[in-house]
């Protein structure tokens, strides 16, 4: 009976152990998979940057006048440029953008003045800043819209002929655009834009002599077509 008692004790011993090794596993396995799960590491994850290099051509409206000449009006040379913009993503759907670029423009007389001829010639500085919203949910064609203000400076300016001392006011205007990117992988894709710009400054020049002022309504079309790089 002794020996049967002892038997007992050790089979119940072993049954306990293997009951709390048991519950234990259990428990660190039930601890495991309760555990909150560790956020993804995004190792695609882009930088907020991103530049482009476009041609640009600048369509000017030919529209404007001279004060005190019923009639009068002003044409203006439309160019082909290089521009470059830089872009910062503040969220996958804002951005700003910053256009830099300058062209030039010569300045000609149109309707009741037409034959006075060239007007004179004035490089012009536009940068612009626009505010852009861009759609995602189109895979690689990535479309936006965009809407800011742009300052206008002019510079290296003259006139031509009997025309001396032209100066075209630097100006603020606003500025529309829509366009898209279309991404060839995570890094490089194609860009299409199109920007208007409202810019009407007043200018003067002297023609033999004569003070003569009046407003410039360039108001351009900016159409633009180049290579996007996202950092």
């Known amino acids: ?110 309707d009741s003045i037409a034959g006075l001829g060239k007007v004179g010639k004035t490089w012009l500085l536009p940068p612009t800043l626009t505010l852009q919203y861009h759609f995602t949910d189109f895979g690689a064609f990535k479309p936006y819209v965009g809407a800011g203000v742009n300052y206008t400076l002019f510079y290296n300016q003259s006139g ?13 205007g606003a500025a529309l655009q829509v366009g898209f990117d279309y991404m060839i992988d995570q890094h490089w894709g194609v860009n299409f834009d199109v920007k208007k710009l409202f810019l009407e400054p007043e200018w003067k020049v002297n023609y033999q002599g004569t003070p003569l002022t009046g407003k410039a309504k360039l108001d351009p079309w900016l159409v633009g077509a180049g290579i996007t790089y996202r950092f």
């Not at 709390?20 to 560790?38: H, K, N, S, V």
């Not at 993804?40 to 994850?45: E, K, M, N, S």
């Not at 031509?160 to 603020?172: C, I, Q």
Request: negative net charge; without cysteine.
């Open 1 to 110: 009976m002794k020996r049967d008692g002892i038997v007992r004790i050790r089979r119940a011993a072993l049954a306990a152990a293997v009951t709390l090794i048991g519950g234990g596993a259990f428990a660190a396995d039930l601890a495991e998979r309760m555990a909150p799960a560790e956020a993804p590491v995004d190792i695609a994850a882009q930088s907020p940057w991103q530049i482009r290099v476009r041609g640009l051509g600048v369509i000017t409206n030919d529209s404007g006048y001279v004060d005190a000449i019923p009639g009068s009006g002003l044409s203006y040379s439309d160019t082909v440029v290089p521009e470059l913009d830089i872009s910062y993503f503040f969220t996958d759907n804002i951005a700003a953008e910053l256009i830099l670029g300058t062209t030039y423009a010569n300045v000609n007389a149109a």
């Open 160 to 172: 031509s002929g009997d025309f001396t001392d032209l100066d075209v006011k630097n100006k603020v």
